[in-house]
């Protein structure tokens, strides 16, 4: 069994090297690891610090770049194409969330329990969310379950994990943060079930980092419609 973990990068320069770290010192039982880094235009030098871990671990980290950002989406899409693992999972290259749950994760799925598992940071663990994020993430995973018949209470979480061979069979096409929205409406319109887990979450503000934006609320929104009505 292997697992490729895909970690979207633009201008992460003050948190990348720290999760690559945390990443490659996951240990799992019986599962061989990938680290896929799909760096997404950064300009602060984020890709050279990728570079040089990469060197370090030259037979786990694998870099791919784009000369161009063109967003999130476009970057996982991107680290997707490479990955060669039997599971992918999705890591963010800040420190909101922690590898160590990487086990927790995984087990539905090594269990045979489901195809999909998603990390919640709102499934009865007291997470410290900020009020305006909270609010929004629900009125947001409301609506995606209205729309599309789920059970989910985060689905703008970044923990996101696959077995394989279902991305075969869900046509991605959005590049920014809509890509969140698209790819869960489109696992559940599928058929495909979304076990969640609960996860820690150690938000960051904006100014740490934090790029996501209320526009970007309002284009889940019309993805998540477009998806229900015309895709």
């Not at 799992?28 to 680290?35: G, T």
Request: glycine share 6%.
């Amino acid at each position: 069994m292997k697992l490729s973990v895909v970690i979207p990068v633009h201008n992460e320069a003050s948190t990348i090297e720290e999760v690559l770290d945390k990443v490659v010192a996951v240990e799992l039982e019986n599962i061989e690891k990938e680290i896929i880094v799909s760096d997404d235009g950064s300009t602060d030098g984020s890709l050279d610090l990728v570079q040089r871990s990469h060197l370090a671990q030259a037979d786990l980290v694998k870099v791919y770049a784009s000369p161009v950002n063109f967003g999130k989406g476009a970057a996982v899409r991107h680290g997707f194409n490479f990955a060669t693992g039997d599971i992918i999972l999705i890591q963010d290259a800040d420190l909101e969330l922690n590898p160590q749950e990487y086990d927790r994760l995984l087990a539905p799925i090594l269990a045979g329990e489901c195809q999909v598992v998603y990390g919640s940071r709102f499934k009865g663990n007291g997470n410290p969310v900020p009020l305006k994020s909270r609010l929004a993430n629900k009125f947001l995973t409301i609506l995606t379950n209205i729309l599309f018949n789920g059970r989910l209470t985060d689905m703008e979480t970044a923990y996101k994990v696959f077995k394989a061979e279902i991305l075969q069979n869900i046509k991605l096409k959005r590049v920014g943060f809509d890509f969140e929205p698209e790819i869960t409406a489109k696992l559940l319109k599928a058929g495909y079930h979304i076990r969640e887990v609960s996860i820690s979450y150690n938000p960051r503000t904006s100014y740490e980092g934090k790029k996501i934006g209320w526009r970007d609320g309002v284009e889940a929104i019309w993805t998540l419609i477009t998806c229900r009505l015309f895709e």
